[in-house]
């Protein structure tokens, strides 16, 4: 039988590449520092020594991993600038004599000056680190492109620099985040290593131009910067109507493009033929938070307005549009049930009452209340207007003008 297949997450696909390019050792494998999270089945089989294949996310195997070891099948062929990375033996082969710089953070012109002036007549490998959760205000992809431009500013005064990429991922514990980058830039450094001073947080380091235009370019100030709107609450709760509401207003305020994926359309379309079990309303938010995370990577606005009843899964809504360099504001429609059923617009509560509908959120399907909402509104009593003046003061930044609550004429 086939070992079964997994693809693991982001931050575990550049550490499954960094650990095959030898650039951990002597780890071979995932252990528990560099850790790999299967599934609780796929967790079972490889404890009693089973294998799986771990597999990109088109599907192409890339390992095999078992408890024993962790074999090389194919080296995933895409990814912008994977050209520029090599492995460590490679690097110390090409280059023994020169003297390795690890770059976490754009280089400015006194890094630069130091890099040239230690070098001296060796040349330049730029060990850039740049993974999953990597490095700080720039996005990895931008700092290899800094770091491209650094090397351009070195090659003018002289010194040749090469950049070498290391997809090495940050875990959120900065001890281990250091042990293992001190790891990897002994595995690729043959000679010399010069550790630049203030590593990532170098900022009165003025950078070069070409730098600085890279740098900018980079970071999209708050008008562009991707933003998802998740309304939670019950039926009935206001949803759709306040997020409608915020929807004109963005339109009228004609800054950003705005996307609305309102919980009823999502189920005529994305999510047509899904029911209401856990299983599919996971699923079903699942597509909504896919769907809302590239709407946020294009820094587009999306409005989102499913009841999207449990806390495990509007979690991983965030993680989604957070891994897509999006923000996500939650907003808790905290209209009590009594409310919601009082209004019962469409005659459902009474028939969930009467038992006609199964798993119906609040009656006899749970509603997991969020501990972290932006922002909390409860509609009873109160005018759409007032609530999305509300919903608004959380996002001052996605309107040019403040907004007043205004009464309707
Ligand atoms: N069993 C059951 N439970 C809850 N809701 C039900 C159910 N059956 C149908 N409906 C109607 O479907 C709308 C909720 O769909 P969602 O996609 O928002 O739900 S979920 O996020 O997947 O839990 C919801 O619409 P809204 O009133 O707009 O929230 C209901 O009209
Ligand atoms: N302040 C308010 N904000 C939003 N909806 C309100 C408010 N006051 C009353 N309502 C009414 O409550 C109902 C909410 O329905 P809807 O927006 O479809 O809820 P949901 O999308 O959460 O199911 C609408 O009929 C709306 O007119």
Known sequence: MPAPQHCPSPRELDDLEVLLSGALAPRTSFDDDVRLELPAELAAQVEAGGEVELVDPEGLPLALYSREHLLPLARAAYGPFRRLQAT????????????????????????????????????????????????????????VRATLAASRALAGSGTTAHVVVVPLAARGDADLDHRLGHDVVSAYAAGEVLALPGGATDTDDDWPAEVAAVVEQDQPDDDHVGVVVLFTGLSGSGKSTIARALHDLLLEDGRRSVT?????????????????????????IARIG????????????????????????????????????????????????????????????????????????????????????????????????????????????????PVEPVETP
Not at 116 to 143: C, I, N, Y
Not at 262 to 283: A, I, M, N, P, Y
Not at 365 to 374: N, R, V
């Open 260 to 284: 609305s994926l309102d919980g009823d359309v999502v189920r005529r379309h994305l999510s047509k033929g899904l029911g209401f079990s856990r299983e599919d309303r996971e699923t079903n």
């Open 290 to 401: 896919w769907v809302a995370a590239e709407v946020a990577r294009h820094r587009g606005v999306a409005l989102a307005s499913p009841i999207a009843p449990f806390d495990a899964t509007r979690q991983q809504v965030r993680a989604m549009v957070e891994d897509a360099g999006g923000e996500l504001v939650l907003v808790h429609v905290a209209t009590p049930l009594e409310e919601c059923e009082r209004r019962d617009r469409k005659g459902l509560y009474a028939r969930a009452r009467r038992g006609e509908i199964p798993d119906f959120t609040g009656i006899s399907s749970p509603y997991e209340e969020p501990q972290d909402a932006d922002v909390v509104v409860d509609t009873t009593g109160r005018t759409i207007e007032g609530c999305l003046a509300e919903v608004v003061t959380a996002l001052p930044f996605l309107l040019s003008v």
């Open 88 to 143: 460590p033996a490679r690097v110390r082969e090409q280059h023994p004599d020169a003297l390795v710089v690890p770059v976490t953070a754009p280089l400015g012109e006194a890094a630069l000056r130091l890099v040239a002036e230690r070098a001296g007549e060796r040349e330049v490998v730029l060990l850039t680190l740049s993974g999953t959760g990597t490095p700080q205000g720039v996005s990895p992809v931008g700092l």
